[in-house]
């Protein structure tokens, strides 16, 4: 995305702000860009950290978690299906060599 700043002011604004000209990717460009996201979310980041997570303690990171995140937003997230070591990192786990 390429951002131009033009030299007439924008409604209402200032002399010293100028108006900025977006000219986002075409949607065709969007979507594949957001496609290659998932993926790379789905094959590195979210299987890397599933990884590393089953090779520590649970108990240790359910205690770390609990000491760190409210428990309304824990139950936020289990409301939702979401893992809450997905969502926080804890100590434990954020000292642990990912792949």
């Known amino acids: 995305?390429?951002?131009k700043t033009t030299k007439r002011a924008a409604v209402g604004a200032t002399p010293a702000t100028a108006a900025l000209i977006l000219n986002p990717p075409?949607?065709?460009?969007?979507?594949?860009?957001?496609?290659?996201?998932?993926a790379a979310r789905t094959q590195w980041f979210?299987?890397?950290l599933s990884n590393a997570l089953s090779q520590l303690?649970?108990?240790?990171?359910?205690d770390q978690i609990g000491e760190y995140?409210?428990?309304d937003v824990q139950?936020?997230?289990?409301?939702?299906?979401?893992r809450?070591?997905?969502?926080?990192p804890s100590p434990l786990?954020?000292?642990?060599?990912?792949?």
């Open 93 to 99: 786990s954020s000292r642990k060599n990912l792949p």
């Open 26 to 38: 075409s949607p065709a460009r969007q979507v594949r860009f957001y496609q290659l996201l998932v």
């Open 84 to 88: 809450d070591e997905h969502v926080f």
């Open 1 to 3: 995305m390429t951002v």
């Open 57 to 62: 303690e649970q108990k240790v990171v359910k």
């Open 46 to 48: 979210t299987d890397a």
């Open 75 to 82: 139950r936020i997230l289990a409301a939702a299906g979401l």
């Open 69 to 71: 995140v409210p428990e």
